[in-house]
Every structure is written in C-alpha cells, then in structure tokens.
C-alpha cells in the first residue's frame, strides 16, 4: 500500500479495492511492531534457551527457567509459546516408530577397544590420576519429592572425585560436578570424560566446562548401560547401601546421608579387590608417594 502510495493511488482506494478498513492500516503504520509482540518475542527467546539447555522440561519448568531468567509470564502463556513453536518435552510425548530417532552424540566413544577377533568392548582402565573420569546421574524419591545425584569418579582409584546434589535434574547438575571434581584434582587438562547421552552431558553448559578445563569428551551408545558398566556398579552400591536402606522423609536428610556414605565409607573403608583390598584413599596415597619422591 505504502508503494502504491508513492505511486500517486490514495490510500482510500487501495483500502476498498482490498476490502480493508484505513484505521487499522494507519495504526500499524504508525507501530508496525506493537509492544506486546516484542514481549512475546523476549519470552518466546528465553524458553527457546531454556528447551535447549534442558530439552526434558515441560512448559512449567520452562517457565521457571525463564523467570529466573528475568522474562515473567503465567504457566499457560509457556505452554501457548511452546506449543506454538513445537518444544515438547523429551519425555513428555510417546513417540511411534515413525519418531524421530535420537540425535549423534556430541563426542566420539572413546572408551573402546578392539580384541583380536574383531569384536568391540569398553575398556575403563587408566595408569595414573586424571586420565578417565567417568560420570552418571541417579535419583531417588523423597517425601518432598525427587533428589539427583550426579557423581564424576576417577578409574585410576575408583574415587569419586566430585559430585552434585541437587532437587531439579539441571545442566548445572553435571556442570557443577564437573566443577567439584577439577577444583579437588587440580591440573585435569586432556583428561577423558566419559558419559552416556544424557541431555545434561550434552547441554552447551557441559561442553563449555570441559573446553575451559581443556579436557576431551567421550560418550556411549544410547540406552545402553554396558558403556558406562563402572559407573553404574558405584550407582548400584549407593542404592543399596544408602537409597534403599530406608524411607526418607527430606532431600536434606538423604543429602546428608549421601555425602556421609561416599565420604566415609566408600572412600576410608570399603576395600576393593580391583585396588588390592585397597580402599580408593589408601590406593591414592600408596600409588601417589613413589611419583612425588620420584618428582
């Protein structure tokens, strides 16, 4: 219309040609992009943010991302953006055989080995500290609901270098034992990080850690706990021994219970045949003092 215009034709006769009423025409000429539009648009970036970090959440937690994120908006204004612009949650629609099969994983397995008959296997050996680090996530139901562990643990000694406990199962959750592990163990750069293909150990939070401690990414097949066998045993000894023992009435006390086990007992007194009926300390400490007299 505004060419037509240019052109010489009145705005009038455009309008009745099309049919259309010129008031609405000159208010949007006046604001073509209304204010409304443009917070819509700040909301509908800060759940696509959210979705990526995150692809497991619903609308709901979407929108508690992005409130936190400074963008304020009602459960059902989410759910309209993220219906509108399809961001289901991973978990939240079943998928047929027609389904979109899961994506590549942002690192190559690097934990495989090939025998001599050609059949591949996962090895998780190392020869010193701060070469294979593998991590994992459980949960466990409270009476206040859920708690996630997320555990990094060193092969060289089975020690669980770093972990995080948190209420929500977060990027930050990984990200933050990623964190505890490097600030326990000091230099890590080119050590391995094996995970599965969970959406915490691909978020760009969990990436940017590792390329900032110059470590190097490794990743399994999907649904398939074998690949990460030596860190699910540790899982298994924390369910039985701690997870399992009881009924648990708040986070903060399985937390703490947690904490007290891995500190405690799995690290000071649980002997291992691995380690030569070693505890995961005493195996550090023996292996550790001929490099440092050496040194």
Known sequence: MKELAADGVPVAVTCRVLKLSRQPYYRWLAAPITKSEVVEAHRANALFDAHGEDPEFGHRLLADEARDAGEAMADRTA??????????????????????????????????????????????????????????????????????VCAVKDVFSNRIVGYSIDSRMKSRLAVNALESAVARR?????????????????????????????????????????????????????????????SWTTREQLRTAVVTWIERTYHRRRRQARLGRLTPVEFET????PAALAA
């Open 286 to 289: 023996i292996m550790n003092t």
């Open 186 to 246: 000091g230099d890590v750069a080119g050590c391995v990080v094996h995970s599965d293909r969970g959406s915490q150990f691909r978020s760009r939070k969990f990436l940017r850690a590792l390329t900032h401690h110059r470590m190097v990414g490794s990743m399994g097949r999907v649904a398939s706990c074998g690949d990460n066998a030596a860190m699910e045993s540790f899982f298994s000894l924390l369910q039985k021994n701690v997870l399992d023992r009881r």
């Open 79 to 148: 759910w309209r953006i993220c219906a509108a612009n399809g961001w289901w949650s991973a978990f939240g629609k079943k998928r047929g055989k027609n389904g979109r099969k899961p994506g590549p994983p942002v690192h190559d397995d690097l934990c495989t080995v090939t025998d001599e008959k050609g059949r591949v296997r996962h090895e998780f050996t190392a020869n010193a500290p701060n070469q294979l680090w593998l991590t994992d996530i459980t949960e466990h139901k409270t009476a206040e609901g859920k708690l996630y």
